[in-house]
């Protein structure tokens, strides 16, 4: 059922800067709340949500996986939650444990981790502790804009770089050139990567689905600056939604190319869970002209479904529409250059910290 003309205006000056355009109750809470409009216009007087971070005191800082279609088995998460507000990020649903909706509230009721570097430090201490690369930004954005305050992000790579640790970091934040001076370091003994991600050149489509992300301008600056100073640079086109950013796919990795990175891959939009729903709305909302076509799509791509979680199908899907992207992106990546090589991360330079009352080597 359609909402009357006033109250969704309200609703949209309230969410105004945002992605999700709803704020429904997690799938665990007992209660299932929604705003309505009483008729006595109460909906006017509501303040746009703003950003509140909460810090959490970690109880460990690595997080472990075992996926096989992930190419890291290992990472760390400086926050929950993440203020670019992307509609499609998978990390969404991972809201609803903390007792918050997938939507609106991932957006703006955050969690910072301030002891996470002291956390690291011990974990790399561990005797059974093997070095193996580790992931930042595998679940929320490591440079999203509260970094700016928290730094937690620059005090991870500052312990990971004393101790000659390997790091990949994916961000579409053009915040990373802040850490350079860390990651030149890294990058020239082998210890370091980035990816960012590039999912449309087009500023007005980017804000639309990123709203508080760095502009494409921005990102494609952060590519060239990291490449000037030695850093091995990767793009992910990441998500790829049909019929609405797939025909930028050879124009990205040419320009992305042309601005020094080496690497590129991409990921397929998946809509598990909560997002099926936000990403159906912010879509009817943004552009009703093509959302059925873009479901469409995006359905014969999993077998009917708006998703599909099996290894390898999840980020790719199937069908003919499916390996004509991968096709287009195979062809486009070699005529620019991209995939050449792939940088390989050392980790046989690692350095374990010294336990507490542990005498330290003379060697």
């Avoid at 704020?23 to 216009?41: L, P, V």
């Avoid at 499609?88 to 609106?104: D, K, Q, T, V």
């Avoid at 980035?194 to 050149?201: F, N």
Wanted: proline share 6%; net charge neutral; with cysteine.
């Amino acid at each position: 059922m359609q909402q009357p003309r006033d109250m969704a205006m309200v609703q949209r000056e309230q969410r105004r800067g945002r992605g999700a355009r709803s704020n429904r109750s997690g799938r665990y809470e007992a209660e299932q709340r929604e705003a309505f409009d009483d008729g006595w216009e109460s909906l006017s007087e509501v303040e746009a949500f703003k950003t509140e971070v909460q810090e959490e005191h970690a109880r460990t800082a690595i997080t472990t996986n075992n996926s096989p279609d992930i190419s890291f088995d290992q990472s760390i998460n400086p926050y929950r939650g993440c203020e670019h507000g992307c509609i499609y990020c998978y990390a969404r649903p991972a809201h609803c444990y903390m007792g918050l909706s997938a939507g609106i509230d991932f957006e703006t009721k955050l969690f910072a981790k301030p002891n996470a570097p002291e956390l690291l430090e011990r974990e790399l201490a561990d005797p059974a502790y093997v070095p193996k690369t580790i992931a930042l930004g595998s679940n929320t954005d490591p440079y999203q804009p509260i970094e700016k305050h928290y730094r937690i992000t620059r005090g991870i790579l500052q312990v990971l770089a004393r101790h000659d640790h390997p790091v990949g970091i994916v961000t579409k934040s053009a915040s990373i050139v802040r850490d350079i001076d860390i990651l030149a370091e890294m990058a020239a003994k082998g210890l370091a990567k980035v990816a960012i991600s590039v999912t449309t050149l087009d500023r007005r489509l980017a804000r639309q689905m990123e709203p508080r992300a760095s502009t494409p301008p921005k990102r494609l600056g952060a590519i060239a600056e990291l490449s000037a100073a030695g850093i091995p640079t990767a793009v992910l086109v990441a998500p790829i939604i049909p019929a609405l950013n797939d025909s930028e796919i050879e124009k990205i990795l040419e320009t992305v190319a042309g601005c020094g990175a080496r690497e590129a891959g991409y990921v397929l939009l998946r809509l598990p869970l909560e997002i099926k729903t936000l990403f159906r709305e912010w879509l009817e909302t943004e552009f009703p002209d093509r959302a059925a076509r873009v479901i469409s799509i995006l359905q014969s791509m999993h077998n009917g479904k708006d998703y599909e979680a099996d290894w390898g199908i999840r980020q790719r899907g199937r069908g003919p529409y499916a390996r004509q992207i991968a096709m287009r992106f195979r062809l486009a990546a070699k005529r620019f250059g991209l995939n050449e090589r792939h940088d390989r991360l050392r980790c046989d330079l690692f350095q374990r910290p010294t336990q507490p009352g542990e005498q330290m080597s003379l060697l």
